[in-house]
Nanobody, 127 residues
Framework: EVQLVESGGGLVQTGGSLRLSCAASGFTFDDYAIGWFRQAPGKEREGVACISLSIGSTYYADSVKGRFAISKDNAKNTVYLQMNSLKPEDTAVYYC????????????????????WGKGTLVTVSS
């Protein structure tokens, strides 16, 4: 059974940092890509970052570029999202998801058609 379990969310002040973790199991880690998505209340889900677990190539949404960093630890089957310089508009439930590739659609960003999803972790940035 495929499982993706997010952790590391919480409450942080503007300008602070958090590191989210996505622990994966039930599939061959290197065969997939892991993406981070977020959804704020009343807003559509947004693809934030994605990493290929085999070659390590990455994608970032413009809204987080330069502030967030996605990384992987193949030995631990875990993907991380380091979030720095957090802003109130980063407040959302953050989900990790797995698919064969990070699919980026021109003008739209990271495609949401992932194969597996975690249940999410809440990040709240106070002003």
């Amino acid at each position: 059974e495929v499982q993706l379990v997010e952790s590391g969310g919480g409450l942080v002040q503007t300008g602070g940092s958090l590191r989210l973790s996505c622990a994966a199991s039930g599939f061959t880690f290197d065969d997939y890509a892991i993406g981070w998505f977020r959804q704020a209340p009343g807003k559509e889900r947004e693809g934030v970052a994605c990493i290929s677990l085999s070659i390590g190539s990455t994608y970032y949404a413009d809204s987080v570029k330069g502030r967030f960093a996605i990384s992987k630890d193949n030995a631990k089957n875990t993907v991380y999202l380091q979030m720095n310089s957090l802003k109130p508009e980063d407040t959302a439930v953050y989900y990790c998801a797995a698919a064969s590739f990070c699919t980026v659609v021109a003008g739209l960003g990271l495609h949401h058609g992932m194969d597996y999803w975690g249940k999410g972790t809440l990040v709240t940035v106070s002003s």
